[in-house]
């Protein structure tokens, strides 16, 4: 059974860092993608960043370009998403999915309707 766990949220002062650890289980690792996505009250879910475990080619989306660092720890299995410079706007609850069909991708892919699987979700709060 895939099981993804996300750990690592809080509320933090903007301009202060938070470090997500996703821990992946029932799977694999090399034969998947891996994406870390975000969802704020009234907003659609979006996808942040993206990592294809195999290969370790990343996708970033504009809003954490040049912020977050997405990593893969493979001797623990987990996925960490390392976000510094962090604003107001990046308040969301934040998500762990993979999809199983991520080693057949040239590029990675960073849409939801991508991924097979879900962690439960973190709770990032930036406070101004």
């Known amino acids: 059974e895939v099981q993804l766990v996300e750990s690592g949220g809080g509320l933090v002062q903007s301009g202060g860092s938070l470090r997500l650890s996703c821990a992946a289980s029932g799977f694999t690792f090399d034969e998947y993608a891996i994406g870390w996505f975000r969802q704020a009250p009234g907003k659609e879910r979006e996808g942040i960043s993206c990592i294809i475990a195999s290969t370790g080619s990343t996708h970033y989306a504009d809003s954490g370009k040049d912020r977050f660092t997405i990593s893969i720890d493979n001797a623990k299995n987990t996925v960490n998403l390392q976000m510094d410079s962090l604003k107001p706007e990046d308040t969301a609850v934040y998500y762990c999915?993979?999809?199983?069909?991520?080693?057949?991708?040239?590029?990675?892919?960073?849409?939801?309707?991508?991924?097979?699987?879900w962690g439960q979700g973190t709770q990032v709060t930036i406070s101004s």
């Open positions: 999915a993979a999809d199983s069909h991520g080693r057949y991708w040239h590029s990675p892919r960073c849409l939801p309707y991508e991924y097979d699987y």
